[in-house]
């Protein structure tokens, strides 16, 4: 994940792009989820540039995007704190902690703080029912997480980006 | 081969391969329906056509199930009613109530079938869409609230019109319609035509009402309130207030429109002959040079806009003549200002057009002179009708009277430019009887006048041959490109965004299936066949506007304001 615009994302965009045949449909999901892996979100620039390739209109692709919730369209920030929402991690109190984080961090879910330090997303399943509620901090997993233990990990956190 | 089902107890003739549903409508059997478009496959997403079939232990949705030999159906037992009375109070839950201020009301399919289905409170009570109200859009306005999600849209936008500036955005509870990026309609794809308009079941979609505006500049005294309506509105007008339509109407409506209270009544039909000439006078002097590239028609303000935004190589082909609507306009605010001796700025002009895209060019770019506009606002057939009856006008008992010199007269060509191909038949005519000096047999371009998306055909006017191509609706712009790089000239394009023309156009009353379509298409056929002027060069009309031409200033005399210019449009596609 990176931070950064214009010519350089540019290139990278075009890179990605390339390594895919023109107006392969079926591309379209794993193309998007290369360029989301690359550069933390899908700007409008590569979705405009992903549908002259593949031969689809911007509309679908968007609408296609919005549908999963590994996409955002808004960079991600320094760190990018995924919730798991899914029925067996909401029977253990995600919400909770997405009350929690959305008052720690002063950021609704989807979106990223002003300073672009935090990001946070809600998804649906992570595939750790047993171990709910999940949350990934940078891909790192943390199970069996409580709401009382958002203030201590986000002071945490913060203190890394601080000091980093 | 026909087998026979058992339908609620009753044995009926069903043919092998049809569904369900249609075996059932053949039969006199209704049930109600709410995504299904006719001539479109079927998606059962609604799942308001639900019947019970024995041996089943679903509910099988009747729209898109093939009709079997065994198959005993009940399509009104207790448990496919609750069925569908339960879809329709989800549908409702959320639902903003307020049928008296909407513009569907009494019109509406939800209302329909809510009443149908007898339901009488609100059972089921969810959470309020957030209201969005997009009304960026020049032509077509989305409230986003009274959106039933059934996708219509999207898919007239995605099959029909190929622009696909519509889809669903989100999923679950947080899905909705929207454009790429969820951004405003002013900045998408949309070409305006209002095909979506059209198969709305709600009032989720709708034009722009200019009623408003209009009725304003009906109570001012200082300025003169000009109307120009196209050939075909009496026609809707006739559709949309239950009338029978017949030829004398055209002339009632300009009663109708001066007891309304507009001063001058005016035709488009005029507009459209001078814009045959022109794009005649282009197309000849293109034959002449032997300039092989195609002369591309560009009346449709929906296909110019298309063109811009994704074909913009060919826009040095496109004609610059202004579509009728335009020429109209701008004669009125500067030959008919002159002889009525008022500033042009003092004269309000309406026009009312079977298009939505129509609403837009009057605020293209290019349409204007001098910081006027060449038409101020638009109307559409439905809110003419709605106009006629807000002012409480008897239309059975009015007068017949004729419109108004110098836009008053057309020829039978400027009806025929309603339809697809109907321009490029009238351009072929006039093109012939200027080379040839008689008058070419009507019948001349029969072969343009099919059902296809793409029809093409070669005619010899006068020892010149001339190619011509009709792209009736933008489905068949892919059979003229393939034709055009198997290497085959044309020397005149002429597209339609709308299947079938002006007379399918997103301003004109809902039509049921595509019999309505080719009754319009009758009515001009006959007046193409029963009037007097063929050739727009002979209209009286059309011969005493160019004498006054002529004796105009510079500009207007050389015909340049009937011309307009393109450009590239950088939208997001």
């Known amino acids: 994940m990176c931070w950064y615009f214009g010519q350089e994302m540019t290139e990278d965009i075009e890179n990605i792009i390339t390594k895919y045949r023109q107006g392969r449909r079926e591309d379209l999901i794993p193309l998007l989820q290369e360029i989301q892996e690359r550069l933390g979100h899908l700007p409008e620039e590569a979705i405009i540039r992903v549908g002259s390739h593949l031969g689809l209109s911007t509309t679908k692709i968007y609408g296609l995007a919005t549908f999963y919730d590994q996409f955002r369209f808004i960079p991600s920030g320094r760190i990018h704190i995924s919730v798991c929402h899914g029925t067996s991690c909401f029977m253990n109190g995600s919400q909770g902690i997405i009350d929690k984080l959305t008052e720690e961090l002063k950021t609704a879910p989807g979106q990223t703080s002003r300073n672009g330090n935090f990001s ?27 709401q009382d233990q958002i203030p201590e990990l986000i002071r945490k956190l913060k203190y890394i980006i601080e000091n980093d | 081969m026909l087998f026979t089902i058992h339908v609620n107890n009753r044995k009926i003739k069903a043919e092998k391969g049809e569904t369900i549903l249609s075996a059932l409508n053949r039969n006199g059997i209704i049930i109600p329906t709410l995504c299904r478009m006719k001539e479109f496959t079927p998606t059962g997403a609604c799942r308001m056509c639900v019947v019970e079939v024995e041996g089943k232990e679903r509910l099988v949705t009747a729209c898109s199930q093939p009709v079997e030999e065994w198959m005993r159906i009940r399509t009104h037992s ?144 200082d300025v003169v309130k000009a109307i120009q309506y196209s050939p075909f509105v009496p026609a809707g007008i006739a559709e949309e207030l239950g009338i029978r339509y017949n030829k004398d109407f055209d002339k009632n409506l300009n009663a109708i429109l001066r007891k309304i209270g507009f001063d001058k009544v005016y035709s488009t039909g005029t507009g459209t002959d001078i814009c045959i000439s022109e794009l005649a006078d282009q197309l000849s002097a293109k034959l002449e040079k032997n300039d ?29 003549v202004k579509s009728p609507q335009q020429i109209a306009g701008v004669l009125i605010k500067t030959m008919v200002a002159g002889q ?60 017949r009277e004729p419109a108004d010199e110098p836009l008053a007269g057309r020829s039978s060509s400027a009806v025929l430019a309603e339809l697809s191909g109907g321009l490029a038949e009238g351009v072929v005519r006039l093109v012939s009887y200027r080379l040839s000096g008689k008058e070419p047999d009507r019948q001349l371009l029969k072969k343009i006048r099919g059902s296809g998306s793409f029809r093409d055909c070669t005619v010899k006017a006068g020892g ?84 006054k031409l002529a004796n105009e200033n510079m500009e207007i005399s050389d015909k340049r304001i009937f011309h307009t210019h393109f450009e590239r449009k950088d939208v997001l596609l």
């Not at chain 2, 092989?292 to 496109?318: G, H």
């Open chain 2, 78 to 221: 207790p448990r496919v009613i609750t069925a569908r009375k339960t879809i329709v109070e989800l549908l409702l839950s959320n639902h903003p109530d307020d049928c008296l201020y909407c513009d569907r009301n009494l019109n509406c399919e939800l209302q329909n079938l809510s009443e149908e289905l007898n339901i009488r409170e609100r059972r089921i009570k969810g959470k309020k869409i957030k209201p969005r109200l997009d009304q960026s859009s020049p032509a077509i306005v989305r409230e986003l609230a009274k959106c039933i999600l059934c996708g219509r849209c999207v898919r007239v936008c995605e099959e029909v019109i190929t622009c696909t500036s519509l889809d669903f955005i989100n999923r679950g509870g947080q899905t909705h319609i929207g454009t790429a990026m969820d951004k405003d309609f002013n900045f998408s794809s949309c070409i305006q035509c209002g095909q979506c308009v059209l198969v709305c079941p709600t009032g989720a979609l709708h034009e722009k009402y200019n009623i408003t505006e209009v009725q304003e500049y009906l109570n001012k005294h």
């Open chain 2, 292 to 320: 092989e590239s195609p002369l591309y028609i560009t009346a449709c303000p929906a296909w110019v806009k298309f063109a811009e935004q994704s074909m913009p190589d060919i826009i040095p082909c496109l004609s610059t």
């Open chain 1, 120 to 146: 946070f997303d809600i998804v649906t399943c992570m595939g750790g029912c047993y171990h709910g509620p999940v949350i990934t901090v940078n891909d790192e997993y943390h199970i069996h997480v409580s």
């Open chain 2, 340 to 399: 009525l001796k008022v500033q042009p700025d003092k004269i309000f002009s309406v026009s009312v057009s079977p298009c939505m895209a129509m609403k837009y060019e009057a605020r293209r770019d290019g349409m204007m002179r001098k910081g006027i506009s060449d038409v101020d606002s638009v109307l559409t057939v439905r809110e003419l009708a709605r106009l006629i009856r807000l002012y409480g006008i008897d239309v059975y008992n009015t007068a």
């Open chain 2, 464 to 547: 010149t041959e001339i190619r011509v191509a009709v792209v009736d609706g933008l489905t068949g712009l892919e059979k003229l490109t393939n034709a055009l790089q198997a290497g085959t000239k044309y020397n005149l394009v002429e597209v339609m965004a709308c299947p079938g023309g002006c007379i399918h156009g997103g301003g004109l009353p809902k039509i049921a299936s595509r019999d309505d379509l080719k009754n319009r298409a009758r009515l001009i056929w006959q007046s193409d066949e029963t009037e007097a002027i063929s050739i727009p060069e002979k209209s009286p009309s059309f011969l005493s506007l160019c004498d």
